[in-house]
């Protein structure tokens, strides 16, 4: 095994290998950076440009985007609260509440530091569950996948304390806007209007782009002044704070890089609902929920540390059984395909080496990008003392543009545009929108997985008391579920939370 | 009616021809919009991912040749768009069959008819159809699946309604005289034959192509393969299962245009996919996931529509 991982780094320490890593690296920093565009549209313009090269050099040059993607989602989600992917809106929730207060630097140090500490974890996870991988991807069936899909949409509604019932309204209203299209299972077209766009569903990045910021710039102009208008100075000083926070939150950290772990090894759940679901798992356990969508630091690491943990893990059932994650690992794998290697069982057997130079290429391009950009947290930080009357409008014709890049459709702008009104309708009636964003991600699969299991069990519910992973995924939700009234009831004879 | 050819009627249609003429000539001008009607990542994306490149190579003139996926509405949605496309040869896209009858069966709406695109060309042969279980299911041989068919209906794995896969289970399991009971919804032909493997359903019906890896890792067993010549050792084909139909079951990966392609740009496409289709590189790479790449011609691809039309038309009560 050993020889296996010393060839990987052995592959991808030589000046060309580095060289297109590094090139990587700084293209999916770009890309994640804008919202809209992502990994998945930096490798599928990057994919026939690989053409021409050798094998090792394009999975480096992969590697490098894909390390780098959610280091760029960061920057922009904390300083303009636009996610520059799915997964990275997360962070906003209190990401951009930090830079609003003027401590963009802290949020933007703590980001860096967690998304490298939890890339680091993830790969050192995958690498010891490799050898098992295609027992781990087959035992999540869709029975599993249905019952975590709910266990998701419990954690949010249960993490949305004080509004639960706002919270539970957002929610179904999220539901069933994901319910909106082509049924994969009945092969039938609903509540579509007739509309061909909506064929395909509510595409999410361009829902989220206009669910955080375009209400976020509405929101901005109707205020007036800067993102930190209340700060006489951005706290660029603190990026080290940041750095250091995220060492002091290492529980959270750990956390997070194993849901991502966990999350990404699960074949067709991505990275958005790792992100969302250790943000609400750190709500959950903290002594202080309410500070959470406010600005609270652990906030950023958990949905940080989850994202590029997941990153490494959503390898395995993509190279194991050609199952991708989601499309950045879709798209990536027509570039493994252009390089003669066949995602399935046999290519972890006959491309071992590569397989390992790419974890260490996305390892080392998620920790250089996070290095980068501790680099640059503090000149971005200025962005946030920009005023809104130039700042609104730059930013919501980069989301604009970014929504339409999605997939050159102009529905997609049409889309944000609504999302971002519906948005900051959200933010002026106080609806969290983070179980609206998660009933969005999960209402699709979480149907799709209930009717398979339905004609999988021919309608016995009993099923789901049969298979291990299930009775572990429902013991979780009655924990969740209970944990509130215990709470109540520490509370209520006066004990420690 | 006038039929005297005056000289401005003469200059007008002279003027008319040279424009289209030139038209072809200069052709291509611009990049060309590849549609796929599948989500990204498939073998069919795959597939058409590797031709791209190759097919710039042998178009008259340096243009990209840009792989956009279309997979909304079961793909019906990426072949209505192909078949409203103008017919200069700027958009063209890649077809299953016999998926695609089946959606533009169910599909009234999304308002194309496969009878009318100007094909182009086949992006490798037919492929045939195995049927195979998961390497740990208590089904040993096709008589013992048999024998199950007897006592329940035999859940297969599979993909949506108005998948190519969906048609090739529920015809070849009514061909070889099994019950089935479809579990769909699974995306892409990876997705249902691991379906199978985790024992969602008993069993799949696949391309030979998505099983052939699954089985040289020992991750699969196949029980019966519908080949006319079974390249399975010890596995029955169509012809020992008796049921020599099982060989028309073919998958078809098909490129087309927009009804009405010019004559003479359809020729440009056509020849520069025949020599795409021969490209040692592409076919090598197209090896490497079992696709056998060959030189072929637009009339072969249309006649392959027309046979997959008559094959399919006697199932489409059944299919429908």
């Known amino acids: 095994m050993l020889h296996l991982w010393l060839g990987g780094v052995e592959g991808l320490l030589q000046a060309r290998e580095l060289l297109f890593l590094g090139l990587g690296m700084l293209i999916g920093l770009f890309f994640g950076a804008i919202p809209g565009l992502g990994g998945a549209t930096a490798l599928a313009l990057l994919t026939p440009l690989t053409y021409g090269l050798d094998s090792f050099t394009a999975l480096a040059l992969a590697g490098g985007v894909m390390g780098a993607v959610p280091m760029g989602g960061s920057i922009s989600a904390i300083l303009l609260n636009a996610p520059g992917s799915a997964p990275s809106a997360a962070t906003c929730l209190d990401g951009h509440p930090l830079a609003q207060q003027g401590k963009a630097g802290l949020a933007l140090g703590a980001a860096a530091s967690a998304n490298a500490i939890g890339g680091i974890i993830g790969t050192v996870s995958v690498l010891a569950i490799l050898p098992i991988a295609k027992d ?32 539970l309204i957002a929610g179904v209203f999220g539901l069933m806007i994901s319910f909106i299209g082509y049924n994969d299972v009945t092969g039938v077209l609903r509540f579509t209007a007739g509309i061909a766009y909506l ?87 903290s002594a202080d929920p309410e500070s959470f969508g406010k600005g609270n630091i652990q906030g950023v690491i958990a949905p940080e540390a989850a994202i590029n943990a997941k990153d490494c893990s959503c390898l395995i059932p993509t190279l194991a059984f050609g199952v991708p994650g989601g499309v950045e690992m879709a798209v990536f794998m027509g570039l493994l395909v252009l390089h003669g290697m066949q995602p399935g069982p046999l290519m972890l057997i006959d491309h071992q080496v590569e397989i390992y130079g790419l974890i260490w290429a996305l390892t080392g391009s998620c920790v250089l990008a996070s290095f980068l950009g501790l680099l640059v947290a503090r000149p971005l930080s200025l962005l946030t003392l920009i005023d ?77 008391f049969h298979r291990k992973v299930c009775l572990v995924l429902l013991a979780g939700m009655a924990a969740l579920l209970i944990a509130p009234f215990f709470r109540g009831f520490r509370k209520f004879r006066g004990l420690p939370k | 009616m006038n039929s005297r050819v005056t000289r401005r009627r003469f200059v007008l249609t002279a003027g008319a021809a040279r424009s289209l003429l030139a038209a072809d000539a200069d052709f291509p001008a611009r990049n060309i919009d590849f549609i796929i009607p599948k989500a990204p990542g498939g073998g069919f994306d795959n597939l058409v991912r590797v031709i791209a490149p190759a097919l710039e190579k042998y178009l008259p003139h340096k243009v990209n040749v840009v792989p956009d996926n279309i997979p909304a509405g079961g793909g ?87 998948g190519t896969a969906y048609a090739a289970t529920v015809v070849g399991a009514n061909l070889l005289g099994v019950r089935a009971q479809l579990i769909t919804g699974y995306k892409g032909s990876s997705d249902f034959v691991v379906g199978a493997i985790r024992g969602d359903g008993d069993a799949v019906i696949a391309p030979v192509t998505s099983i052939r890896p699954m089985q040289q890792s020992r991750t699969v067993r196949i029980l019966a393969t519908f080949e006319p010549r079974g390249s399975f050792a010890g596995v029955p084909d169509a012809a020992a299962l008796g049921q ?77």
């Open chain 1, 136 to 167: 781990l991807v087959l035992l999540f069936g869709p029975p599993e996948l249905f019952l975590l899909a709910v266990l998701g949409l419990i954690v949010v509604s249960t993490a949305s304390r004080g509004k639960m019932l706002r919270g």
């Open chain 1, 199 to 285: 064929w395909d569903g509510v595409h999410l990045v361009p829902a989220l782009i206009g669910l955080f910021a375009v209400a976020e710039m509405i929101n901005l102009s109707v205020k007036g002044g800067a993102i930190a208008k209340d700060a006489k100075t951005v706290g660029i000083t603190s990026v080290t704070s940041g750095l250091l926070e995220t060492f002091r939150h290492w529980r959270t950290v750990l956390r997070g890089s194993l849901i991502g772990t966990v999350v990404g090894a699960i074949p067709g759940v991505g990275g958005t609902v790792a992100s969302f679901l250790s943000y609400s798992l750190t709500v959950q356990a």
């Open chain 2, 244 to 320: 020599p139909e099982l060989s028309r079951i073919l998958l078809d990966r098909l490129v087309g245009a927009p009804p009405g392609l010019p004559a003479g740009i359809k020729t440009i496409l056509s020849a520069a996919f025949a020599k795409t289709m021969a490209d040692s590189r592409t076919v090598d790479l197209a090896k490497k996931f079992e696709v056998d790449l060959a030189p072929n011609s637009a009339d072969q691809a249309t006649a392959r529509v027309r046979e997959s039309a008559a094959f399919y038309g006697k199932w489409k009560k059944v299919l429908s």
């Open chain 2, 76 to 162: 019906g949605k990426g072949i209505g768009q192909l078949y409203r496309a103008r017919p200069d040869g700027y958009t063209i896209g890649a077809v299953d069959l016999p998926g695609s009858f089946i959606l533009q069966e169910r599909q009234g709406g999304a308002g194309f008819d496969l009878n009318k695109i100007s094909w182009l060309c086949a992006m490798g042969k037919p492929e045939y159809f195995c049927l195979a279980v998961g390497a740990n299911s208590p089904l040993k041989s096709f008589d013992d699946l048999k024998a199950l068919s007897g006592t329940r209906a035999v859940k297969f794995t599979s993909s949506g309604p108005e």
């Open chain 1, 388 to 464: 809104s009357q130039i700042l609104v409008p730059v930013v919501t014709a980069v989301a604009l543009v970014g929504s339409y890049a999605v997939d050159r459709n102009i529905g997609n702008v049409l889309v944000t545009a609504i999302f971002g009104i519906l948005g900051y309708v959200m933010i002026r009636f106080d609806y969290p929108r983070l179980t609206m964003v998660v009933a969005l991600v999960l209402g699709a699969a979480a149907e799709r997985n209930f009717h398979q299991t339905t004609m999988m069990s021919d309608g016995n519910l009993s099923v789901y």
